[in-house]
């Protein structure tokens, strides 16, 4: 019985691991983008990815930096192309995006850097940073958005008395309101 065991524990790994080697091998790199005068620092120069995609079927990366937010248009993988940057906070080590409806939410962590809203309705020209406070989020780790209810959650508080602040996004989602700390 113990080898009936042993067998099907050998086998079950050669299937995950030829199941997740033929995933990887059906991967391939279609594009690039990298800005070299970004500042690089312990390593790091880009911190966190989202994605977007707009009405006309354009899709973006919003990609985070020490510096900026950057737009990037990946609607033609083989050649991604930055539309645009916005700065915010200072030397961000790590940022946190998620979308609701045509706005992007973006959170940063040890920069006091906030909650920012940018309108990504103007696509692909540009993008309009409407909303940027540390109001109801100051250094937050990490954002989530419940998109079927309009609501947003930041935790991950280094500057909060609370754990998990929660924020009504339905009715002006660039105007955010407070519902409630969660200590």
Known sequence: MRLVRILILIISQVIVYNFSRGQALNTQLRGHW??????????IVYNDLWGYADQNNREYA???????????????????????REPGGTNCLWRDFK??????YGASDFCNGGLEIFDLSTLPDSVVKVYDSTEFLDDTHNIFIDTVVGRLYGCGLTNSSSDIVVLDIS????????LQNID
């Open 34 to 43: 990298d800005d070299n005068s970004l500042i690089l620092q312990r390593g």
């Open 62 to 84: 919003i990609v985070g930096s020490r510096q900026f937010t950057h737009f990037i248009d990946v609607t033609n993988p083989d050649a991604p192309v930055e539309v645009d």
């Open 99 to 104: 979308v609701y409806g045509h706005y992007a």
């Open 171 to 178: 009715q002006n989602p660039a105007q955010p309101q407070l």
